[in-house]
């Protein structure tokens, strides 16, 4: 529970990052990097469920106050937070880790963490953008933007994580 | 009863789910934007807050270019009341209030942006956002110190506009991805067109004044079937690196709509 209340002054602090840095930076239209999706993907695989829902509705009912579009980040935040239990059962293996520990870089290996990450953000890319772009858009388009962003997004998560690996070694 | 509480225990992060996920989506796809509208004018006072904080901080970055450009405008609103003073002409049609864009968006589908005007300064809903050279947006909601618009940059905007050569009045509309772009739809085939013609505003919408420069055209096609063109139009201001705008208080609109 120690863990939980950390997340959720963790929240805010990404949703600010989100809106204040990364949604001005974005150099080509193609390129939209959504780092706050590392707090959904490291959640412990034994985090209570409905927990997961409610705090995935938060920060997305958050960024959609700032960005103006009611409903956009919050259904596909909770969308994924709803999926991410699943994809736990399929991409980790089992025994492999504590479920009580954190899904990091750290304790999953970059292996594991890369395939589990990138399919969590490949899956929410697609919702999200498929959803803002809902009527009048290429396929093409969708696809090249869904594709180039989920690579942005997990390089960052990645650098994100790495820092927090050498804080705790310090 | 039993049984109710027992298949609530089992399918609850299901139902959970189903509950949170039809609400959001209810709210995203739903054409009543009274509820929505609701939400953003509450919160709207703090989100303003804190991009304004952060916009103070961001705007020493392009002050000496910034100061260039309003020199400039100056120099020009300054020759403007001289010739009006030499022709007697005091009927005003409108005022302007200036304001500072606090948040931007070029990049989504439905673009808004955050200025830093409100109730207190007299922007009421419905006003339009313009600079020297483009219009930027329509007031949709406020609150005591901010005010948000719906930029041009956004699927349900369209803006009344005339070719100026041919004189032939149309709308134009953001329908594409690219924030330099616009497309105009409604100008019939006979009329005369060619590239780099320019663009303005035409006063019909009464929220505009008339003869603002907005773009030049790029591009364009006779259409087969209808009998218009199909035109593009590069836009003279680029929306992303704007922080200077004016609101426009149109003193005739409520007269004009009276009729």
Not at chain 1, 16 to 25: C, P, S, T
Request: glycine fraction near 4%; aromatic fraction near 14%; include cysteine.
């Amino acid at each position: 529970m120690k863990n939980l209340t950390k997340y959720l002054w963790l929240a805010p602090l990404f949703v600010l990052i989100q809106i204040l840095l990364l949604n001005n930076v974005q150099f080509i239209n193609y390129i939209n990097p959504l780092v706050y999706l590392l707090l959904i993907i490291t959640l412990p695989q034994d985090t209570v469920k409905w927990f997961i829902i409610l705090y995935a509705f938060l920060i997305g009912i958050l960024l959609d106050i700032f960005e103006g579009n009611i409903g956009l980040n919050s259904s596909s935040l909770v969308f994924i937070a709803f999926i991410s239990t699943y994809v736990h059962k399929i991409m980790i293996p089992k025994n492999s880790i504590d479920i009580k520990d954190k899904l990091t870089l750290q304790t999953l290996g970059l292996k594991t963490f890369s395939v589990y990450a990138i399919s969590i953000i490949f899956i929410h890319h697609l919702f999200l953008f498929s959803l803002e772009n809902f009527s009048n858009s290429s396929i093409l388009f969708l696809l090249l933007k869904v594709f180039l962003s989920t690579i942005t997004t997990f390089i960052i998560i990645l650098i994100f994580q790495l820092f927090a690996y050498k804080v705790k070694e310090k | 009863m039993r049984n109710l509480f027992l298949f609530l225990k089992k399918y609850y992060f299901i139902l959970l789910f189903l509950f949170i996920e039809s609400l959001s989506l209810y709210l995203y796809f739903s054409n009543h934007r009274y509820q929505k509208s609701k939400i953003l004018s509450f919160t709207q006072e703090y989100t303003g807050a804190i991009y304004n904080y952060y916009s103070n901080i961001s705007e020493y970055l392009n002050l000496k270019k910034e100061n260039k450009f309003l020199k400039k405008e100056n120099a020009k609103l300054y020759s403007m009341i001289s010739y009006e003073k030499e022709n007697n002409n005091t009927n005003h049609l409108y005022n302007y209030i200036p304001a500072r864009i606090i948040n931007n968006s070029v990049y989504k589908k439905d673009n808004f942006i955050v200025i830093n005007r409100g109730r207190i300064d007299g922007v009421k809903e419905g006003m339009g956002i313009m600079t020297d050279n483009g219009i930027i947006g329509i007031i949709s909601s406020i609150s005591n110190n901010y005010s948000k618009a719906i930029s041009i940059l956004n699927s349900k905007s369209s803006v009344s506009i005339k070719h100026v050569k041919s004189n032939q009045n149309g709308s134009l509309k953001w329908t594409n991805h690219n924030y330099m772009e616009a497309e105009i739809n409604d100008i019939p085939n006979h009329a005369n067109i060619s590239l780099g013609d320019t663009i303005q505003s035409n006063g019909f919408s009464s929220i505009f004044p008339e003869n603002i420069n907005i773009g030049t055209i790029i591009s364009y096609n006779k259409g087969n079937e209808n009998g218009l063109y199909n035109i593009k139009v590069k836009f003279l201001c680029d929306m992303n690196n704007i922080t200077n705008v004016y609101i426009i208080n149109s003193l005739h609109k409520k007269e004009i709509e009276e009729l």
